[in-house]
């Protein structure tokens, strides 16, 4: 009886590990909240090694601003200004969420730009903070060369999205006007959540669906932009939160492979931020890089519940059946011999 507790108990062990492994194999999340309340004022962002951990940092020319500030009563934020470049490190996997918590000083405007499904651009680089420069008939100018944007504009809140041109410098920005209910105050700290799940973005702010952008048709652009070599979602539909469609484009540049998430300011727009948040599918892999083998278990008798006494029961039973059998099958062969 106390090996077959014994045996029991290694089964049991074995079926709460099997369940264990199961649910962190559901795509585990991990969250990379970077807030800035306990580092020092006048700290730079390159001696941040919580958000350097995760995100890459250029500064253009300039009397570039990347620090901690004390923003009054409001606490310690990280203060941008001038041309800063912010962009995730690594490129990312479907689904996360990119999430920030930020101000403006003075009046905001399209030099704030918030992005995302945006290409990691190093080497040559075209930063966030540069301007497409267009100058033709079919778009407006903007930020950065791929991906989309919210931006904090002063009568309200626009979509601005990459588009391809077949004149100008190839790169152009459509622009979507965003409705949002209420009084809206950039210069007060507003939380902008986006969520990608692959397919879909959807922009939040304040808690309140801004607008969903569906991405379709991959392909390429024959553009001449060595400095951009991405495929890109060419199909853009924005829809309120209503459903109704606002704006529906073929020509987009929505990087659809090796996208990053990212920040731009331009100019003298200066933005605190008081939290950065990164949330996004971990790889297992990477916190046991070198696991134990498990021992192979020895086959399971189906159960057709999952209610621990049954299978216990159930388990038992077979043990008692199988110990049954051997004791008869001895007898049976004690009766032979005599």
């Known amino acids: 009886m106390m090996k077959m507790k014994k045996l029991f108990g290694k089964k049991k062990r074995f079926l709460l590990c099997t369940v264990l492994a199961l649910c962190l194999s559901i795509c585990p999340i991990y969250a990379s909240a970077v807030t800035f309340e306990e580092a020092a004022a006048g700290t730079k962002i390159a001696e941040l090694s919580n958000l350097m951990e995760e995100w890459y940092f250029y500064a253009g020319l300039g009397e570039t601003v990347a620090e901690i500030a004390d923003d009054g009563e409001n606490g310690k934020a990280l203060l ?28 905001p405007s399209w030099m704030l730009g918030i992005f995302i499904r945006s290409g990691i651009v190093k080497d040559p680089l075209f930063p966030n903070f540069e301007v497409d420069a267009y100058d033709g008939a079919n778009g407006s100018m903007g930020l950065g060369g791929s991906g ?15 588009n391809y041109q077949d004149d100008g410098r190839r790169i152009s920005t459509s622009i979507c006007r965003l409705s949002y209910n209420g009084t809206f105050d950039a210069t007060e700290y507003n939380r902008l959540v986006m969520k990608d799940d692959g397919k879909t973005v959807t ?42 469609v606002l704006l529906s484009i073929d020509n987009a540049r929505l990087v659809s492979e090796n996208y990053c998430a990212g920040i731009g300011v331009r100019g003298d727009t200066p933005t605190y931020f008081k939290e950065i948040t990164l949330e996004k599918a971990e790889d297992p892999s990477v916190t046991d890089p070198d696991p134990e083998p498990e021992p192979e278990p020895e086959p399971e008798p189906p159960v057709e519940t999952g209610d621990s006494s049954v299978c216990a029961g159930a388990l038992t039973l077979v043990f008692a059946a199988a110990a049954a059998g051997t004791i008869l099958r001895r007898r049976r062969h004690a009766v032979t011999e005599e």
Not at 153 to 162: F, Q, S, T, W
Request: charged residues 30%.
């Open 148 to 162: 989309m944007t919210i931006a904090i504009e002063e009568d309200g809140i626009d979509l601005r999205i990459k």
């Open 80 to 107: 941008l200004d001038k041309y800063v470049h912010m962009s995730s490190e690594k490129t990312l996997e479907t689904p996360y969420t990119f999430e920030t918590v930020f101000r403006t000083v003075e009046k």
């Open 203 to 244: 922009f939040t702010l304040n808690d309140q669906l801004l607008a969903t952008v569906e991405m379709s048709n991959p392909g390429t652009y024959d553009d001449g932009r060595a400095e951009l070599p991405f495929e890109f979602y060419k199909t853009a539909v924005v829809k309120n939160a209503e459903g109704e």
